[in-house]
């Protein structure tokens, strides 16, 4: 039996259009070249699909194509960017104090690095802990900033509670402290509008297969006026202006700067019909009782619904669930069971946060799903509770 997916903060499948697009890459009698080879067509070819791409995925995020440094992926982006700061700097004096702010509802992608920043490279970190409403304050960074404070490190959308980040005010903020402001937008791109410039982020991190792109390919936007300062961590053939080597896989490029333009042309339409989608469930399933909302009622993007039922185990409740695909917690972190330490940040109790339910709706979400998913909630909880 295929069950009904609503995990789309996970992952999302391929637009049909964008594999199309990767599809006329890979083969003889497509653009298969290696984009570096400088001697023949295929090569020329290959590189004109992969400029194209970085120009589609520069257009969507308000930046130059020159600011564009291609990655594996998010996760990669954020390494880059936190390491590569404090790696920068740590050159020009190996022994200066530095102090990065970051939140305790980070993505381990950024929270793994910090730790081991902390620990490996003597930095000192501040964890900024969010409100009930899964909300960081711009208050709360400006209180946190010291003169060594080298890099503010902040999710624009929380990944299990949809939360969003006035990013904006902290970016102004920090417009006469010389700490760089890093931006994971792996959960906001394609959600909530971003826009480099008017946020005045230097250093944004993007993952392509939350945008209806492929898997293992990113990007990090790395600000150029002025040039932030940053240390690679690939060393090899000297690609993406030595920020990053290795071979550039065409197809997948081809793919995030296709998935690129099409959030641009439909992202707010899929985004009103989306949230209708999303509230309805909500109203739905508060007919249950003793049914809480995690995160902001309204300062959330329009796919996130992360809620968590009174009186049912969690992890019953999602073995239960057997023909709705949904994530308790963050998927990137189910191979634990220990409550979700994002939940656990806003308060719940151990028991509310192993209840959590993380439904997340995408582009291809229909009415019908949701009232298919509405039904099964419903009667797996009714079930549970008697
Ligand atoms: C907020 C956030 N940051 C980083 C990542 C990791 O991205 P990637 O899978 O591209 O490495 C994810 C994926 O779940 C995420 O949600």
């Known amino acids: 039996m295929k069950s009904l997916y609503l995990d789309y903060a996970a992952t999302t499948p391929v637009d049909p259009r964008v594999a199309q697009v990767m599809a006329s890459c890979l083969t003889l009698e497509g653009t298969f070249g290696n984009p570096a080879s400088r001697s023949h067509r295929y090569g020329w070819q290959a590189e004109q699909v992969v400029e194209n791409a970085r120009r589609q995925l520069a ?5 130059d194509p020159r600011e564009i440094v291609w990655t594996s992926g998010a996760t990669e982006s954020n390494n880059l960017a936190l390491k590569g700061v404090v790696e920068a700097l740590r050159e020009q004096d190996a022994n200066k104090p530095l102090h990065i702010i970051t939140s305790a509802i980070e993505h381990k992608a950024v929270l793994d690095v910090c730790a081991w920043l902390q620990t490996q490279q003597q930095v000192e970190v501040t964890y900024l802990t969010p409100d009930a409403d899964g909300l960081i304050q711009p208050q709360q960074v400006s209180a946190a900033l010291r003169d060594d404070t080298c890099l503010v490190s902040l999710m624009a959308v929380n990944n299990e509670l949809g939360t969003v980040t006035d990013i ?3 970016g102004a903020l920090l417009k006469d402290h010389p700490a760089y402001l890093h931006v994971d937008a792996a959960q906001a791109l394609g959600k909530v509008a971003v826009n480099v410039k008017d946020w005045q982020v230097d250093l944004l991190s993007v993952s392509a297969h939350k945008l209806y792109g492929p898997k293992g390919v990113g990007a990090l936007y790395v600000k150029r006026e002025p040039q932030v300062m940053l240390a690679a961590q690939i060393h090899g053939g000297g690609h993406e202006r030595g920020m990053r080597s290795g071979t550039l896989a065409t197809h997948q490029l081809a793919g995030l700067g296709e998935a690129a333009r099409l959030v641009q042309e439909e992202q707010a339409a899929d985004e009103a019909r989306i949230r209708q989608l999303r509230d309805q469930l909500w109203d739905g399933l508060q007919a249950l009782g003793g049914v809480y909302l995690n995160g902001h009622a309204q300062l959330r993007s329009a ?3 992360n809620v968590s039922f009174d009186g049912v185990d969690g992890e ?3 073995a239960s669930l057997a023909k709705v695909a949904v994530s308790s917690g963050s998927a990137c972190n189910s191979a634990t069971v220990a409550p979700s330490y994002v939940l656990k940040a806003i308060g719940r109790s151990d028991a509310l946060a192993h209840a959590g339910l993380r439904f997340s709706l995408g582009r291809f979400t229909t009415a019908e ?3 298919f998913a509405l039904t099964e909630v419903t009667r ?3 079930m549970l509770r008697s």
Do not use: F, S, T
């Not at 257009?59 to 930046?63: C, G, I, P, T, V």
């Open 168 to 170: 904006a005010a902290i």
């Open 316 to 318: 019953i409740l999602l």
């Open 369 to 371: 799903e949701i009232a």
């Open 303 to 305: 796919n996130h619904l």
């Open 59 to 63: 257009d969507l995020l308000a930046a």
């Open 380 to 382: 797996v909880v009714q």
